[in-house]
């Protein structure tokens, strides 16, 4: 340790401790008349909102929540998620972002390993919460969520129904001090493999995280996406790392914002229109949906800004979305994270070169947002150049990161061996700081000797006209190890085969972009791909259903 100079306080100082509190307090200074918005059911100002964060502060207190209790969420995205965001943290105790499109046996697993003690339920997850409450070993009460006129539910340890509770309480709640290294929220990474790992944030990094947020997304020039005359609506689940952070960010500068509560992608588009968004975000599958939703064909997004992140951008999305006038941005993170680790930015000498040139760099990983360190590391733990070219994986280190798997120790020490925080992604980092993601460590297709990015593969396969949507993925081959196989998503009208495929690649082998290792031989085309409960292209299982198809040599496999 440096011997630097620490100076004592007077003995009157007071040391603002980093809280979820204080995000609360400039929003509504900034705009107290600015809306929040929950579908078309309910709408309500600035002022309101921060009472009803008192209200349900003082609803949960007066049943029994104490501070360092855990409080779980079950419901879509919605404004009475975004006040539990505030006021559980806020009053001591911890919120629990269930996922709710975990399987009933992931979500029991995820409950009792939280230590869930109050559990509030949309009335939508009634039916999933009574078939596992009998092996839930924590939890004590329930509180019911409902947009419907019935404010009753046979729930097991129910207090009652949020909205009866909020009104009986009073709109304002003194909020205490306290250590601002307490935990404030957590929740189970999606990972395909063993059971979800429990990940957790404290007052300190959130804070940090959206100050950080806040002054990238809103100060940087080339990229700016965000300020408070923007309006907001996420099209990520607020169960996936808090929605990424953006509503806390969104509240901190009093923006108005758009919950559409489950997703269904017509009533976003109407959204959309209706409410005037101008800025959102989701992983890349989910805008390919709602650029093909009913009321989305013809229609122009006006300059809308969205934030693609959780699976790379590939060209054709970017593309696709542009023409429509809707301007895309990659940013990378994940569970572990918080999320934000690098975002799309583009320099000065970026500035000065060709558009295409540009949208190159845009779609890639981007530059690390200030307060974070990323290097490239070796198997042997040693640091790779950062040369737009050495592969290794992608480590980190910032104030925000998870700093162990909740009760998992020897997770957590490979978590963060030698110190920094393993992403379990090759990457590439170049001169200008850019992050390149080249795949995720285990879906690295490796054939012959040579690695392919399925990454990489699927974006090229996406610039073809008659692909909706692709995903790689390498499969077992007794001669080269494994080899990379499509599957496809045709656009209506169009046809596809292994043959075409081959013909569209041809000139990125012939341009040595890829090798003639990384053409597919065989694919499959296909009406729809699987996704995880975020929405990504779920790896693992495509694997084994392709496994499942070539022994029953499926009709729609087509091979060179
Ligand atoms: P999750 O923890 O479910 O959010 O998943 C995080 C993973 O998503 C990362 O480790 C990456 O593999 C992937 N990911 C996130 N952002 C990007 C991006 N911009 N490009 C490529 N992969 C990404």
């Given at each position: ?6 100076l ?37 100002d ?27 969420v079950?419901?879509?995205d ?73 404010k ?11 909205e009866?509770?909020?009104?009986a ?16 929220t957590?929740?189970?990474?999606t990972?395909?493999t ?5 990940v ?11 100050l ?22 996420p ?75 959780g ?73 790779l150049?950062?040369d ?15 700093q ?15 110190g ?108 729809e ?25 499926a009709?729609f496999?087509?091979?060179?």
């Amino acid at each position: 340790m440096l011997n630097t100079r620490v100076l004592k306080p007077a003995d009157s100082a007071h040391s603002t401790p980093l809280l979820i509190k204080n995000l609360l307090l400039s929003g509504v200074r900034y705009e107290r008349s600015q809306e929040i918005v929950y579908r078309d059911i309910s709408r309500y100002d600035y002022a309101t909102f921060n009472q009803r964060i008192c209200r349900l502060a003082g609803a949960l207190t007066a049943a029994g929540v104490k501070p360092g209790d855990t409080v779980a969420v079950m419901d879509w995205d919605s404004h009475r998620y975004l006040e539990c965001m505030f006021a559980v943290p806020m009053i001591g105790a911890v919120l629990h972002t269930i996922n709710i499109r975990l399987s009933p046996e992931q979500i029991l697993y995820t409950m009792n390993h939280a230590e869930d003690i109050f559990v509030l339920v949309n009335s939508e997850f009634v039916p999933i919460y009574k078939a596992i409450e009998a092996h839930l070993t924590t939890v004590t009460n329930t509180i019911l969520l409902t947009d419907g006129d019935d404010k009753t539910a046979d729930l097991p340890g129910l207090v009652g129904e949020y909205e009866q509770l909020l009104a009986a309480q009073e709109p304002s709640y003194e909020f205490a001090d306290f250590d601002e290294n307490s935990v404030a929220t957590t929740f189970y990474t999606t990972g395909t493999t063993g059971n979800p790992k429990g990940v957790y944030f404290t007052h300190r990094q959130l804070v940090l995280h959206t100050l950080t947020q806040a002054g990238m997304m809103g100060g940087l020039d080339s990229v700016r996406s965000f300020g408070n005359r923007d309006v907001y609506m996420p099209i990520t689940p607020m169960f996936h790392v808090h929605a990424w952070g953006i509503p806390y960010t969104a509240t901190l500068l009093g923006t108005k914002q758009v919950y559409p509560g489950r997703y269904e992608p017509e009533l976003l588009v109407d959204l959309i229109k209706k409410e005037k968004v101008t800025f959102s975000h989701c992983v890349p599958t989910i805008l390919q949906m709602v650029l093909h939703a009913k009321g989305a064909e013809d229609f122009d997004f006006g300059g809308m800004k969205v934030i693609i992140g959780g699976s790379a951008l590939n060209r054709s999305l970017y593309e696709a979305a542009k023409s429509k006038n809707m301007h895309l941005s990659a940013a990378y993170g994940m569970s572990e994270t918080c999320p934000l680790i690098s975002a799309g930015y583009v320099n000065l000498e970026l500035e000065a070169g060709s558009e295409d040139e540009r949208a190159t760099y845009r779609i890639k990983a981007g530059v690390p947002v200030p307060m974070v360190q990323a290097r490239i590391m070796a198997a042997d733990g040693s640091f790779l150049p950062q040369d737009g070219k050495s592969q290794g994986e992608l480590v980190l280190r910032a104030p925000w990161l998870t700093q162990a798997y909740y009760r998992e120790p020897e997770k957590s020490q490979e978590l963060w061996e030698h110190g920094w925080m393993h992403t379990g992604d090759v990457a590439t980092i170049d001169e200008m700081g850019f992050i390149e993601i080249r795949d995720r460590i285990k879906d690295v297709i490796k054939t012959g000797g040579e690695w392919i990015s399925s990454l990489e593969l699927e974006d090229l396969i996406s610039t073809c006209a008659a692909v909706k949507e692709v995903a790689v993925v390498g499969v077992p081959d007794p001669q080269w190890d494994e080899r990379p196989f499509a599957l496809i998503v045709a656009k209506d009208g169009h046809e596809m085969s292994a043959k075409a495929l081959r013909d569209h690649l041809k000139k990125y082998v012939d341009e040595g972009r890829i090798n003639k290792w990384a053409v597919p031989t065989q694919i499959a085309v296909v009406t729809e791909i699987p996704k995880t409960s975020v929405g990504k292209l779920d790896k693992k299982k495509i694997r084994g259903e392709i496994a499942q198809w070539q022994e029953a040599q499926a009709p729609f496999l087509s091979t060179l």
